[in-house]
C-alpha cells in the first residue's frame, strides 16, 4: 500500500488547480477518464477534436481570481482574447455582450427602452465590482476558526453591499425596471442560465449581479480547446488517468483509497467529484449521512457537436433565444461556441461547434431505451435546425459529424449527471457545502461547493480549501 500525503479524486477545474497549488506535496491526482477536465475536458471523435462542455475562460485580467493561481503555479495559458464575451440573437435583435459598459447600455436602451436601464446596469455592474474587491472571500464551516472567518466575510459584505445583500432579484427589477416585455425577462434568463443554472425568481441581486456581470469581465479562448488549459495546470502535477477510485476507508484520521489498480493511505482526501454523488466512495455511515443530506440538483445540460467543413470566422460564442421553450428542455435558449478559425487543433479540417441548452437529468433517466434515442434525436434535430436558421452561411451540407450527449451520456464518461450547484441565497447560505466537511482531512472542491460555478467561481472555492489545508 503506498502512502501519500494529499489523494485528489476527480480532476476537474478544482481538482486541477488545487493539485497544482500542491505539487510540491506527495500528491496523487486520480481520473477514471483519459481525458483530463471534467465538464471542461476536449475529447476526439471520429478524427475530430470537440470541448465537452465548458468553453468560456474568464478571471484572466491581473489580478483576478484565476489568474492570481495562475501565477502562483507559473501556468501561462495559450488564449485569445474573444472581441465579445458573446452575441445575443433574439427575435431579429442582436445585442453584444462585452466589457465595454457603455456600447452595451447604448444598445440596451435601443433595443430594450426603460428609462431606469442605466440604474439597473450600473447597479449591477457595481455590486459585482464590490464583491471581487472584498479581500479574503471565504467559506467554510466545521470549526470555530472557520466559522469567525466566514462571519468576517459576510459581515465585509453587509458593510459593502448593505441592503443590496438581502433583495431578492425579482424584487430588484420591479424596484428599477418595473413591469418588463417578455423577451427582456428571456434576455436576462437566459444569460443567468449560463452562469447559475437558474432564472431569476429564484436568485437573490447578489447572485443576479455576479450571473449578469460575468460577460462584464473579459473573456477568453482556449486555443487547443479547454482541455489543452487543464493539461497545462497539470504539467508538473502526479496524475493517474485511467484510474478510479472504487471505495474510500476512514482509517483514525487518514483514508484508504482502493482503486482499479492499487490501494494507497492518504493523509487528507480532496473530493472533486459531485457533492451529490460523494456518499456512493463511502460505507462509513457518519460520512454518508453527510454527504446524502445535500438535496440532487437536477440541473444538467443537452449538448450538440458539430463539426463544419466550412472556413469562415465567426465570433467565439452566441447565445440563441428562441419565442418558446425547446423541447425537453427548461430553456428558451442555446449557447453555441465555435472554435477559433487560427485552431490547429480545433479547426482542423473545419470548424468545432459545441451548442448547449439547460435541461433535467432526471428526464433522461426516467426514459426507455426507445424513449431515450426517439427524445434524443428529436431536441438534437430541433436545436440543428434552429442553428442553421440563425446562421445563413451555414448550409446543412456543411455539417459533416454530428452527435450529442445528455445527462446519462456525461454520468458514464465524467461521472456526473448535473451541472454546477445551487446558486447561494440568503435560504441557503448557511446549508451550504464548503470545501471542508465535519470530518478531519477530508475536503472538497468544484462546482458544486461554494463559490460554484465557472472558473472563477471554482478558483475561489479553490482558494479557500488552499488556506485550509496550509493553515
Not at 476536449?42 to 483576478?64: D, Y
Not at 459584505?157 to 424596484?175: G, H, N, V
Request: with cysteine.
Amino acid at each position: 500500500m503506498q502512502h501519500i500525503d494529499i489523494a485528489v479524486v476527480g480532476a476537474g477545474i478544482g481538482g486541477a488547480m488545487i493539485s497544482a497549488l500542491n505539487r510540491d506535496k506527495n500528491l496523487i491526482l486520480f481520473e477514471k477518464a483519459s481525458n483530463l477536465g471534467g465538464c471542461a475536458s476536449t475529447f476526439r471523435k471520429n478524427g475530430s477534436h470537440f470541448n465537452a462542455g465548458a468553453t468560456t475562460l474568464m478571471g484572466l485580467n491581473k489580478g483576478e481570481v484565476v489568474q492570481k493561481i495562475f501565477d502562483k503555479i507559473e501556468f501561462k495559458p495559450n488564449v485569445i482574447k474573444s472581441n465579445q464575451a458573446f452575441r445575443v440573437l433574439q427575435n431579429g435583435k442582436s445585442i453584444d455582450r462585452g466589457s465595454d459598459m457603455e456600447s452595451f447600455l447604448d444598445s440596451i436602451n435601443r433595443l430594450y427602452p426603460n428609462k431606469n436601464n442605466n440604474i439597473f446596469w450600473s447597479k449591477i455592474k457595481e455590486i459585482d465590482t464590490i464583491f471581487w474587491e472584498i479581500n479574503d472571500i471565504y467559506f467554510a464551516k466545521h470549526n470555530l476558526k472557520a466559522y469567525l472567518k466566514t462571519a468576517k466575510f459576510f459581515s465585509q459584505m453587509a458593510i459593502k453591499l448593505k441592503f443590496s445583500l438581502f433583495e431578492s432579484a425579482l424584487s430588484f427589477i420591479a424596484r428599477t425596471l418595473g413591469v418588463i416585455s417578455d423577451d427582456y425577462k428571456d434576455f436576462i434568463d437566459a444569460q443567468l442560465l449560463i452562469t447559475l443554472q437558474e432564472k431569476s425568481d429564484n436568485l437573490s441581486l447578489l447572485s443576479m449581479a455576479l450571473g449578469l456581470s460575468y460577460s462584464f469581465h473579459d473573456v477568453y479562448y482556449a486555443n487547443g480547446g479547454m482541455g489543452s488549459v487543464i493539461d497545462g495546470i497539470l504539467k508538473d502535477v502526479n496524475v493517474h488517468t485511467k484510474e478510479k477510485i472504487l471505495r474510500i476507508e476512514k482509517d483514525s484520521d487518514k483514508f484508504i483509497l482502493y482503486s482499479t489498480r492499487s490501494s494507497y493511505k492518504a493523509s487528507k482526501v480532496i473530493l472533486n467529484s459531485t457533492i451529490y454523488d460523494s456518499a456512493s466512495l463511502f460505507e462509513d455511515k457518519s460520512i454518508k449521512k453527510y454527504y446524502n443530506q445535500f438535496e440532487f440538483s437536477d440541473k444538467s445540460a443537452f449538448v450538440v457537436y458539430l463539426k463544419l467543413n466550412i472556413k469562415k470566422r465567426f465570433l467565439h460564442h452566441y447565445q440563441i433565444i428562441l419565442e418558446k421553450e425547446l423541447p425537453q428542455t427548461i430553456s428558451k435558449s442555446f449557447f453555441v461556441s465555435f472554435s477559433d478559425i487560427e485552431d490547429d487543433l480545433l479547426s482542423h479540417n473545419g470548424l468545432s461547434v459545441t451548442i448547449s441548452t439547460h435541461t433535467k437529468a432526471i428526464f433522461w433517466s426516467n426514459l426507455s431505451k426507445m424513449e431515450y434515442i426517439d427524445e434524443k434525436e428529436k431536441l438534437q434535430e430541433f436545436i440543428i435546425k434552429a442553428f442553421l436558421e440563425h446562421f445563413e452561411a451555414i448550409k446543412k451540407e456543411h455539417i459533416v459529424q454530428q452527435f450529442s450527449a445528455t445527462s446519462s451520456t456525461f454520468d458514464r464518461y465524467i461521472s456526473r449527471k448535473n451541472c454546477g450547484g445551487e446558486a447561494i441565497s440568503l435560504k441557503n447560505a448557511f446549508n451550504f457545502p464548503s470545501c471542508n466537511t465535519p470530518f478531519k482531512n477530508l475536503y472538497n472542491v468544484g462546482d458544486t461547493v461554494f463559490a460554484s460555478q465557472g472558473w472563477s467561481g471554482i478558483a475561489l472555492g479553490v482558494n479557500v480549501l488552499h488556506k485550509e489545508l496550509n493553515g
